[in-house]
């Protein structure tokens, strides 16, 4: 359960055929606390702070964890031994161009008691970027641009605003 429950043992002390006085000992039971949070990941862009908000079933539970990364391109990421808190507060920073990964294997502490570890992941997707080198391209009059615009992130989509330098310019 997740309450916190008392057990009472009644006590008869007894030497030699002779009896003490009855003694009623009591039995604090704390329950072993948890991280609830549901899901255990995140997505979060590059540069960003982690946010987390750790959870447990169990009021008071405070967390400590080491944390590691999938790869060296992540950066911003480290462990807490101690004093235990609820939230991890992290800027990570991805410098690849691959969706990457830091674990947080949190050990939760309620009452003096200690829980599992669990793992929370937090998925940090690269900053997308216009990889065409250089940045320009010639063409005649009334020519079609055909441009192809690449990224050496996957999944980059562009978005974009058009002027010109001059009013002759039209079609854009």
Known sequence: GYDID????HLLPESYGCFGDSITFKVVVYPIPDLSNDPDF???????????SLQSDI?????????????ANITGFSGNSGPG??????????AGNEIDTVT????????SCQG??????????????????????SQCNEDSTW??????VDN?????????????????
Request: glycine share 4%; with cysteine; hydrophobic share 35%.
């Open 104 to 111: 947080y294997r949190l050990l939760p502490e309620a009452n």
């Open 6 to 9: 008392t057990v009472y043992y």
């Open 147 to 152: 441009l192809i615009l690449q990224s050496n």
């Open 116 to 137: 599992d570890s669990t793992d929370y992941s937090v998925i940090v997707f690269p900053t997308p970027d216009l990889s065409n080198y250089p940045a320009l391209q």
């Open 85 to 94: 808190t609820t939230t991890i507060n992290q800027t990570l920073t991805n």
């Open 42 to 52: 995140q997505f979060q862009c590059n540069e960003h702070e982690t946010g987390i």
């Open 156 to 172: 980059t989509t562009f978005t974009w605003r058009a002027f010109a330098t001059s009013a002759n310019i039209t079609g854009f």
């Open 59 to 71: 009021n008071g539970t405070t967390f400590t964890w080491n944390a590691f990364s999938s790869s």
